[in-house]
């Protein structure tokens, strides 16, 4: 749930922004939205946007065949690894949706999307993909601390 409610908060940071106003108005210095964790919240977040996944999962009988697996948790996610997304404003673009596009670099290097070849997409399409994993959390109900127990069993 957790890795879910990730993803949802990264696109509602991204979505906060009203790009068009902050590329049309005076020079910037690099608009930034920065979001920090752990290997051990990346690896899922990326196996939830449907990276690294191999068509057989791996198994203590099918090590040998699995030696050159995409799912290699070492490679995907070392000890200092990051996820960058980095918006493009295409000035001379001809539609609303080839405004704003999104390249994604995992440890430096270009990430292909998940869904396509590509490196590159439009923000719109992006938000399109993961349109269900955004609509199907509900972040007030998902984040909700738990009641008190008002019960004298716990230890």
């Known amino acids: 749930v957790i890795f879910?409610?990730?993803?949802?908060?990264?696109?509602?940071?991204?979505?906060?922004?009203?790009?068009s106003s902050v590329f049309m108005s005076q020079p910037i210095s690099s608009?930034?939205?920065?979001q920090f964790g752990h290997a051990e919240t990346l690896l899922p977040l990326l196996s939830l946007m449907g990276y690294f996944k191999d068509k057989e999962p791996l198994t203590a009988y099918n090590y040998k065949e699995q030696m050159h697996r995409?799912?290699?948790?070492?490679?995907?996610?070392p000890y200092a690894s990051n996820l960058i997304f980095v918006l493009y404003?295409?000035?001379n673009a001809k539609t609303p949706k080839e405004q704003?596009?999104?390249q994604m670099l995992l440890?430096?290097?270009?990430?292909?999307?998940?869904y396509s070849p590509e490196t590159v997409s439009f923000y719109?399409?992006?938000?399109?993909?993961?349109?269900?994993?955004l609509q199907s959390c509900q972040t007030s109900e998902e984040c909700e601390?738990?009641?008190?127990?008002?019960t004298s069993d716990e230890l």
């Open 4 to 19: 879910k409610i990730q993803v949802i908060l990264m696109f509602q940071d991204v979505e906060k922004v009203d790009w």
């Open 31 to 34: 608009p930034v939205i920065l």
């Open 70 to 77: 995409k799912f290699r948790s070492g490679h995907i996610v």
């Open 89 to 91: 404003h295409c000035e």
């Open 100 to 102: 704003f596009r999104v």
């Open 107 to 114: 440890n430096e290097k270009v990430l292909p999307l998940a």
């Open 124 to 133: 719109e399409d992006l938000k399109n993909h993961y349109k269900d994993i």
């Open 145 to 150: 601390l738990a009641k008190a127990n008002s």
